[in-house]
C-alpha cells in the first residue's frame, strides 16, 4: 500500500476537523498497526484563522478522551493554498467548507480532491456534520460519532 495523505477542514478547526483527524488516525492505526499509519499524512485545518494556533475546544477534547482519542497536541492552523499539493483527499465538513476551500483551487483537479467527509457513509447525499460549537455536550458526542463512522468508511473505499 502506498501511503497516503488526508487533510479535514472546518470552520475553525477547533470542534469538528480536529475530532475528524484524532479519530481518522485512531481508525488507521487499529487498521494497519501504528508503525504502517505513521506512513500517512494526517492533519486538520480550518478555512479561517479565527483560532489559529489554539487546541481543539475543552468540549472536543473531551468527547473524543471518552474514546481513547487525544487531540491535546493539535493546534488550529487555517488552510493554505499549498495543501493542494500536500494532501491526496480533502475531506470538508460542510457544504460551506466545500465552496470555500475549492474558491481556493487553481485547476480542477485540485478541486476534484474535496469532498464531504459523510460522502462515504451517504453517498450522494450532501450530508453536513454539524457544527457542535453552540450546543451542548451531546452535540459534541453526536459529531464524535459520525466522524467515527465516516473515517471506518473511508478506510473501507481506502485500503
Not at 91 to 112: G, Q, R, T, Y
Not at 121 to 141: A, I, L, M, R, T
Request: charged share 20%; glycine share 6%.
Amino acid at each position: 500500500m502506498n501511503p497516503r495523505s488526508v487533510l479535514f477542514v472546518c470552520l475553525g478547526n477547533i470542534c469538528r476537523s480536529p475530532v475528524a483527524e484524532g479519530v481518522f488516525r485512531h481508525a488507521l492505526s487499529k487498521r494497519i498497526g501504528e508503525q504502517a499509519a505513521l506512513a500517512w499524512k494526517i492533519d486538520s485545518a480550518g478555512t479561517s484563522a479565527y483560532h489559529a494556533g489554539k487546541s481543539p475546544d475543552p468540549r472536543s477534547q473531551a468527547s473524543a478522551r471518552l474514546h481513547g482519542v487525544d487531540l491535546s497536541k493539535q493546534r488550529s492552523r487555517a488552510f493554505e493554498v499549498a495543501d493542494f499539493n500536500a494532501f491526496e483527499h480533502i475531506l470538508v465538513m460542510d457544504s460551506a467548507n466545500h465552496v470555500n476551500v475549492c474558491a481556493l483551487a487553481k485547476h480542477p483537479e485540485e478541486k476534484d480532491r474535496v469532498q464531504l467527509i459523510l460522502e462515504a457513509s451517504f453517498p450522494g447525499h450532501n450530508k453536513p456534520v454539524p457544527d457542535p460549537y453552540y450546543g451542548g455536550d451531546q452535540g459534541f458526542e453526536s459529531v464524535y460519532q459520525l466522524l467515527a463512522q465516516a473515517s471506518e468508511d473511508w478506510l473501507d473505499q481506502w485500503l
